[in-house]
Each structure stands twice: as structure tokens, then as C-alpha cells.
């Protein structure tokens, strides 16, 4: 059974930075791709970046040049890198694992079937 733990996940002032980490065990990642998620209380869970077993990314607008998603197969592990975050970045930041035969541009939500309990970040203004 695949069992995934995030990690690095606190409080920060806006325009700071944090590095999340997801470490995975039970399957390796190699062929899968990779994701991660956030949800506000209030609001529906959301992507945040996605990456495929090749290398490839996709971001969310709202992430797009500040968020940098990476995967170290040689570790299992899947890492976020989050830069000048700011309070609307306030969230439960959620890894998952996605069949690898599905292209990257097509992957929703439904498409991952692994996931982790998830991690907070707090962003103060």
C-alpha cells in the first residue's frame, strides 16, 4: 500500500519562503507522476503543480513563477519549493500520485488515487 507523508510545512511572513516535502513508501515513483494540492477550509481543494515521470510540469496561474515542483526518484520523494508567498497562499498542502500513462495536460483531480494527510502553511501579512 502506498503511504505519503508531507513535511516542512509552518508559519511564514509574506514574501517569505518554505520547501514542502512529500516522502512516499510502499511503491516507487519513477513511472508515476506527481502533485500537489491545497484547500482553505472554505474553499474546494485545488492544484497547485503537477509533474509527470519525464520531468514535465504544469502550475496553477496563481503559482506560476513563484512555486517550482520537483521529484528526486532515487529518494521517492516529490519537494515543492514556494517563493514571495503570500497570505493567499494560506492552506492544507496536500502530495498525491497519479497513474503515469496519463498526460500531463489532461490530469484532474480524479486522476490521482494516492494521497497524503497533508501539511499547513500559514502565511501572515
Known amino acids: 500500500q502506498v503511504h505519503m507523508v508531507e513535511s516542512g510545512g509552518g508559519s511564514v511572513q509574506a514574501g517569505g519562503s518554505l520547501r514542502l516535502s512529500c516522502a512516499v513508501s510502499?511503491?516507487?515513483?519513477?513511472?508515476?507522476?506527481m502533485g500537489w494540492f491545497r484547500q482553505d477550509p472554505a474553499k474546494e481543494r485545488e492544484e497547485v503543480a503537477f509533474i509527470d515521470s519525464f520531468g514535465g510540469t504544469r502550475y496553477a496561474d496563481s503559482v506560476n513563477g513563484r512555486f517550482t515542483i520537483s521529484r528526486d526518484n532515487a529518494k521517492n520523494t516529490l519537494y515543492l519549493f514556494m517563493n514571495s508567498l503570500q497570505p493567499e497562499d494560506t492552506a492544507m498542502y496536500y502530495c498525491?500520485?497519479?497513474?503515469?500513462?496519463?498526460?500531463?495536460?489532461?490530469?484532474?483531480?480524479?486522476?490521482?488515487?494516492?494521497w497524503g494527510q497533508g501539511t499547513q502553511v500559514t502565511v501572515s501579512s
Open positions: 498525491a500520485t497519479a497513474d503515469g500513462r496519463w498526460p500531463l495536460f489532461s490530469l484532474t483531480r480524479t486522476d490521482f488515487d494516492y
Open positions: 510502499g511503491d516507487t515513483i519513477t513511472s508515476r507522476s
